[in-house]
Each structure stands twice: as structure tokens, then as C-alpha cells.
């Protein structure tokens, strides 16, 4: 396992060389060690910031500087900007990695702002994207959602994964309820194909 490690160290490290960012905020840096300095040194500093300017003011400024951004791009320039920088890290910590710091950053964001809020959070991004796509749009946007997913984990996948969510109340996720009540939903079809 160390051995492994080492590997992949040593290739984001060769990578890191031939001048590409290997490690998020560490741009810049012409070493696997260099880049990793690098960004623990800006995080340090984003830190420092958001406690001088308040969690508002802070998230104010990185909100306006997207804005900047989206303006120099334009609207699909700054989409796949996004993309490619979600497609690298992708690559940077394999399927599996990636699929596992999203888990943990909607944990982290959940233990943040608790259940309730967290659930207030998703309603006021679904409510501000049905205002700019319209009612019709905002629909049309779900259903295609909906089939894209039903084609990546194919039908049965699909099925089980709304027989879970089905389970679902004003009280309880679907989890909670397959928890306590000890209700049986295989997981292992949710597998995406490939």
C-alpha cells in the first residue's frame, strides 16, 4: 500500500515538474512538495481572511470574484472551465477518491449547518434555478436529470434507488427508515455501468 503511495507521489511529482498543478491552490509550484506548500500556505491565508471579513463578507467576496470571472469568460467559457478543473481532480483522485470527497464535503456542510438547514439549503438552490430556467425549463431540466441517471445505473439500479428514496417522509430520509426499520435495499445496484 505504501508502495503505491509512493508511486502516485512520485508521479504527481513528475507532473509537477513539466509545470502542471497537480494539487488544488497549488499553482505555481514546480515540485509535488512545492504545490502542496503552496496550498496549505494560501488555505492558511483564506482562513485569515474569512476571519477578518466575517463568514458573509467572505463568501460576498468569492461570489462577486465568480461573477468577474464568468463576465472575463463568458457564460460558457466559465462552464467548462468548471468542468475541465472537476474532470482534473477527477483524474487526480481516481473515480472512487472523487466520488468520496463529495460524500464527505455534503457530511461536513451537513454537520455545518444541521439537518434543517442543510435541507433549507437544497430548497433554496432548487427554488433559485427554477426562477432562471422558468417552471417549463425547470422541469424538463429534472427529467432529463432523471433519465441520464436511469441510464448510467441501468434499470434495476435505478428501481432500487427509488424504492429507497420512496421511503423517504417529512420526519425521516430514506436512510434513516432502511435503518431503524431494518428495510432491505441493495446498494450494490446502484453501481454506475461502465
Do not use: F
Not at 444541521?114 to 435541507?119: A, C, L, M, N, V
Not at 431540466?141 to 441510464?151: C, Q
Amino acid at each position: 500500500m505504501a508502495s503505491a503511495q509512493q508511486e502516485r507521489r512520485s508521479e504527481l511529482d513528475a507532473k509537477a515538474k513539466e509545470g502542471e498543478t497537480v494539487v488544488p491552490g497549488g499553482t505555481g509550484g514546480k515540485s509535488l512538495e512545492a504545490q502542496e506548500h503552496l496550498a496549505e500556505g494560501r488555505s492558511k491565508g483564506g482562513q485569515t481572511r474569512r476571519e477578518q471579513l466575517g463568514t458573509e463578507g467572505y463568501q460576498e467576496m468569492g461570489s462577486k470574484g465568480g461573477q468577474t470571472r464568468k463576465e472575463q469568460l463568458g457564460t460558457e467559457g466559465y462552464k467548462e472551465m468548471g468542468s475541465k478543473g472537476g474532470e482534473a481532480r477527477k483524474e487526480q483522485l481516481g473515480t472512487e477518491g472523487y466520488k468520496e470527497m463529495g460524500s464527505k464535503g455534503g457530511q461536513v456542510r451537513k454537520e455545518q449547518l444541521g439537518t434543517e438547514g442543510y435541507k433549507e439549503m437544497g430548497s433554496k438552490g432548487g427554488e433559485a434555478r427554477k426562477e432562471q430556467l422558468g417552471t417549463e425549463g425547470y422541469k424538463e431540466l429534472g427529467s432529463k436529470g432523471g433519465e441520464a441517471r436511469k441510464e448510467q445505473m441501468g434499470t434495476e439500479g435505478y428501481k432500487e434507488m427509488g424504492r429507497k428514496g420512496g421511503l423517504s417522509t417529512a420526519d425521516k430520509s430514506g436512510q434513516e427508515r432502511v435503518e431503524e426499520e431494518g428495510i432491505k435495499i441493495d446498494e450494490s445496484k446502484y453501481r454506475t455501468k461502465t
